[in-house]
């Protein structure tokens, strides 16, 4: 059954930062917050991997603002923030009881290399000034479903940070520390998608993500602070929820109830919790399914073909012009629906997918606006063979050549490649 469930946000409204460029560090406009030691671990620790080495690097100073000005309780929650900005170089700073403090200038760096990511979750990880019960990772940049997240403009390729190397990096900074990330929040469009909550399996708890377009304010960033401050004991689940409910009062309230960055007016927008302790079901079903439906069967093909159709959403406002994710219990019921009388071990394989994702999204909410295509995960499923090998960065990268375990481990290439590459 889907799961959702609305939160209430306060309006408060944003503060700008002074015209001081940000990598210069902003510790001397706040100056350091007196408090007394503790040696204690905190609460939490939320680390911000902003990557504005591209078209969002002005939005840098607000956000940072708005973070600083609603995590009032530093005792408890400390914040890393790793920053790249397109004419500023990269730098490490944490806020805490000592204010906000630049740890390590690291001048220009490529920030969709994952070992500028994993660099930077080891430090989250051993920094003893944030040392936390819990921690949750948050990284903020463009996503591009498949081929992945963080584009580096700076480049001169412009490359993403693939799926593969998102998880390596993961992988890399928790088995070299020995520590463990409780959430890892995508605030990037598109990621709530299979081959990333697959290749995160076991390397973290809890994915939170969205299907779809993220819109520019991203994450409800005023509640989230102000949540953690007053609740710092907040377990891992309940934070990835909260998360979930803030996102859906703050896109789905009337316009003008919240400082918006822009008029959403409703806008369509949807966020999910998926637990990567649960994936490998998941990909056995997918398995399978490949069993079921190969070699190709005419009769299988319109089936799945109008059930694809159907669990997906081909506005450019909310796919970016380069998302092919179907709606993978959108899908799936429907396709299982349709063959049930003539194909009942296709549609049993379907069933098992479908049962799958139901355990692995814990929570999830989309605006009507979507009426019911996103229920919390996608999978890639493009519309014919020309846009089975686009790319979006200079790398000339395609779904079965990016060393997706998803791929590997289910086949679905080869389902792709039998019933959707062959349509004109």
């Given at each position: ?13 944003l ?30 620790t ?17 956000f ?17 923030v ?25 001048g ?5 290399d ?9 430090f ?10 819990n ?27 693939s799926?593969d190397?998102?998880a ?17 929040e ?64 703050w ?7 919240y ?9 369509f ?10 994936m ?16 190709r ?18 506005l ?13 219990r ?24 479908v049962d ?15 009426r ?14 020309g846009?089975?090998?686009?790319y ?9 050549q990016?060393g ?13 490649h039998?019933?959707f590459?062959?349509q004109k």
């Open positions: 059954m889907r799961r959702s469930h609305v939160g209430i946000v306060l309006a408060v409204a503060c700008a930062l002074s015209a001081q460029p940000f990598a210069s560090g902003v510790g001397a406009a706040l100056g350091a917050i007196d408090s007394e030691d503790d040696d204690g671990l905190k609460g939490w939320v680390a911000m991997y902003w990557d504005a080495d591209n078209d969002l690097d002005g939005l840098t100073a607000t940072v603002d708005m973070w600083i000005t609603h995590l009032t309780n530093t005792e408890d929650v400390a914040m890393a790793y920053i790249d900005g397109l004419n500023t170089p990269a730098n490490i700073s944490t806020y805490t009881e000592e204010g906000w403090v630049e740890r390590e200038a690291l220009e760096m490529n920030t969709s994952p070992a500028t990511l994993q660099h930077y979750i080891e989250v990880l051993t920094e003893p000034s944030i040392a936390a019960e921690y949750c990772l948050i990284v903020q940049d463009h996503g591009l479903d498949y081929l992945g997240l963080c584009v580096d403009e700076s480049e001169p390729s412009r490359p993403f940070m799926v190397g998102f390596s990096a993961v992988a890399g900074a928790t088995a070299a520390t020995g520590g463990w990330l409780d959430i890892i995508l605030d990037a469009c598109t990621m709530a998608i299979v081959e990333m909550a697959y290749e995160l399996r076991d390397k973290a708890g809890y994915l939170v993500a969205s299907e779809k377009a993220v819109p520019f304010d991203g994450l409800n960033y005023i509640e989230l602070m102000d949540g953690l401050s007053a609740d710092p004991d907040i377990s891992p689940l309940d934070l990835a929820i909260k998360m979930v409910d803030d996102y859906a009062e896109y789905s309230a009337p316009l003008g109830t400082p918006t960055l822009y008029p959403y007016m409703q806008d927008a949807c966020l999910s919790v998926m637990d990567l302790s649960r490998k079901p998941l990909a056995d079903a997918f398995s399978e399914f490949k069993e079921q439906v190969l070699p069967d005419p009769a299988v093909k319109s089936s799945l073909n109008r059930a694809a159709n159907n669990a997906f959403l081909a450019w406002m909310n796919c970016m012009a380069c998302d092919y994710g179907r709606d993978i959108v899908m799936f019921s429907e396709f299982a629906d349709g063959v049930r009388a003539t194909r009942p071990e296709a549609a049993a394989a379907a069933d098992a997918i799958a994702v139901d355990d692995i999204v814990v929570y999830d909410w989309a605006s009507w606006r979507f019911d295509i996103c229920t919390g995960m996608s999978v890639f499923v493009p519309p014919g063979e846009l089975y090998y686009v979006w960065d200079s790398l000339g990268r395609v779904y079965d990016l997706l375990d998803f791929v590997t481990d289910t086949g679905w290439d080869e389902v792709l039998a019933y590459l062959s």
